[in-house]
Every structure is written in C-alpha cells, then in structure tokens.
C-alpha cells in the first residue's frame, strides 16, 4: 500500500528506521512475537500499517 520501512534486516534491528516510525524496541519485540531477531531476514512495516516478515530459515514470506 504504502512506502515500506525495514525495521530488522538480516537480524539487526535499524534503528533510525525505527524511530522514524515513531517505535520502540519493545513494540517492535511484541509485533514480532515470538521470533528471535536472529531469525529474521526482513521485517518492514509500511505507513498503512502493513507488515512484512521473512524468516532467515526458510524462504517463505508472510504478510501480516
């Protein structure tokens, strides 16, 4: 829908990125759940809201 932000790339958290969308760390845990950031290849929220994971495990991608 809208521009796409990654907020974790290859299992590091981008931090500028994710003050520009007004986040914390703990929020962005949360949305997460229960995925450890290592496993995280791309997490992106776009400005609708929208979210984007891709697992580093396996190819599948999600959108939430």
Do not use: H, W
Request: with cysteine; aromatic share 4%; proline share 3%.
């Amino acid at each position: 829908e809208g521009y796409a932000v990654p907020l974790v790339i290859c299992g590091k958290i981008n931090r500028s990125a994710l003050e520009a969308m007004n986040l914390s760390e703990t929020s962005l845990r949360k949305k997460l759940k229960d995925i450890p950031l290592e496993k995280v290849l791309l997490f992106t929220i776009d400005d609708g809201g929208n979210e984007y994971l891709v697992k580093s495990k396996d190819t599948q991608s999600k959108e939430r």
